[in-house]
């Protein structure tokens, strides 16, 4: 079998990054299976834990697998990643504990620049999207606003951008602070080696991408959709609980609760419910991953819409999640990496600082 993997293996990392067929990596023994399968769209479903602490014969079969899943859909899931469920519990009671808490203590905590990226967001103030027109994201904003809520945590060892903690009580558990400062390191260490791993899918040596994250210049985001009446979704023809848009860093780490609503973009333009998978995160490669492969990893449109499940008494229950969005250091400089292009033509986007890419679509995305 090994023999079959290594020449898999070799296929997917190759120069030419071809594509290749979903039926192929089924040929990975145990590390590959299938997430979702449909309208030619599909997401594999991959043990990581053979990655962290496999055999070399397990890391590639991994290694292909996640390949193929960024390169020919641009989303995978994960599991047996490390992160303990009894970490994730904690971070969404957290969660839903900080939303329940009055408006006006929650507005105190405000979202106020796109430099920093932290704090409290109200419904409606967010609308994601691929416009860059402003007076288009103006007139979606006040037609289909995100039914969303969120709060956003940047890396507390910041020395000049701080995050907006809530007050709390003293308790013999532990703050909500110490929950998601813990949860960030948690994931900027799943972020390291799902980019290790994918370092070697692109023929470069492990640890390429290593002083490019080290940073952790990432940000956190509680999302809470609130339980919203089955009817402003039939009365209103495209209302979503979050517009259709890519992620904008390398990779984002979702986890999300049981009531779904994500959907994926598929290669025939249709959407693809993202069911949740219990025990599973979903991975996706975001713009600056995108460019950093010149195009040869997809950051591919997903949003949020009505629950698939029947409606309770009319309504749809909230929907939680949390989103861990990894990005290169704020300094690094993203330019398409030798290998993916034969020429300086051939690059299909210039070089660009990290920083400088993030603060441009934030800018679009919210209001002030």
């Given amino acids: 079998m090994w023999g079959d993997v290594e020449v898999l293996y070799r296929h997917l990392t190759s120069s030419t990054f071809d594509i290749i067929d979903p039926q192929d990596i089924m040929m990975l023994p145990e590390a590959v299976a299938t997430g979702?399968?449909?309208?030619?769209?599909?997401?594999?479903l991959i043990d990581f834990g053979l990655f962290l602490h496999g055999t070399e014969t397990d890391k590639a079969a991994v290694v292909a697998g996640v390949s193929s899943g960024f390169k020919n859909a641009g989303f995978i899931y994960l599991k047996n990643h490390g992160i303990p469920p009894s970490s994730i519990s904690s971070v969404f009671a957290s969660s839903k504990s900080f939303f329940s808490r009055p408006q006006e203590e929650k507005d105190a905590l405000k979202w106020l620049t796109p430099e920093s990226n932290r704090g409290y967001v109200s419904p409606g103030r967010e609308k994601v999207t691929q416009s860059t027109d402003a007076a288009e994201i103006a007139a979606l904003r006040e037609k289909h606003p995100d039914l969303k809520e969120s709060f956003e945590i940047g890396r507390d060892n910041h020395p000049v951008l701080l995050n907006n903690w809530p007050v709390e009580e003293a308790t013999s558990e532990a703050s909500f602070r110490q929950t998601m400062t813990a949860f960030y390191s948690t994931c900027q260490s799943l972020h390291i080696?799902?980019?290790?791993?994918?370092?070697?899918?692109?023929?470069?040596?492990?640890?390429?991408?290593?002083?490019?994250?080290?940073?952790?210049?990432?940000?956190?985001?509680?999302?809470?959709?609130?339980?919203?009446?089955?009817?402003?979704?039939?009365?209103?023809?495209?209302?979503?609980?979050?517009?259709?848009?890519?992620?904008?860093?390398?990779?984002?780490?979702?986890?999300?609760?049981?009531?779904?609503?994500?959907?994926?973009?598929?290669?025939?333009?249709?959407?693809?419910?993202?069911?949740?998978?219990?025990?599973?995160?979903?991975?996706?490669?975001?713009?600056?991953?995108?460019?950093?492969?010149?195009?040869?990893?997809?950051?591919?449109?997903?949003?949020?819409?009505e629950p698939p499940s029947e409606p309770e008494e009319g309504w749809h229950p909230a929907r939680y999640s949390c989103a861990y969005f990894c990005n290169p250091n704020a300094e690094a400089t993203i330019e398409a990496l030798r290998g993916t292009y034969e020429k300086e033509e051939d690059k299909i986007w210039p070089a660009i600082r990290a920083d400088e890419y993030l603060v441009q679509r934030l800018t679009k995305t919210y209001s002030y």
């Fill in 36 to 44: 979702v399968e449909k309208d030619g769209l599909f997401i594999p």
């Fill in 193 to 305: 080696q799902v980019m290790r791993c994918l370092a070697l899918g692109l023929g470069l040596q492990e640890e390429h991408f290593d002083s490019f994250i080290d940073a952790a210049d990432n940000n956190l985001r509680l999302l809470h959709y609130p339980a919203t009446p089955a009817s402003v979704f039939k009365q209103n023809v495209g209302q979503v609980r979050a517009g259709k848009h890519t992620d904008y860093g390398t990779i984002t780490l979702l986890f999300q609760d049981t009531r779904g609503g994500l959907q994926v973009r598929g290669p025939q333009g249709t959407w693809v419910n993202a069911t949740p998978i219990e025990g599973t995160i979903v991975v996706n490669a975001g713009d600056l991953l995108a460019r950093w492969s010149n195009g040869k990893i997809m950051s591919t449109e997903h949003q949020v819409v």
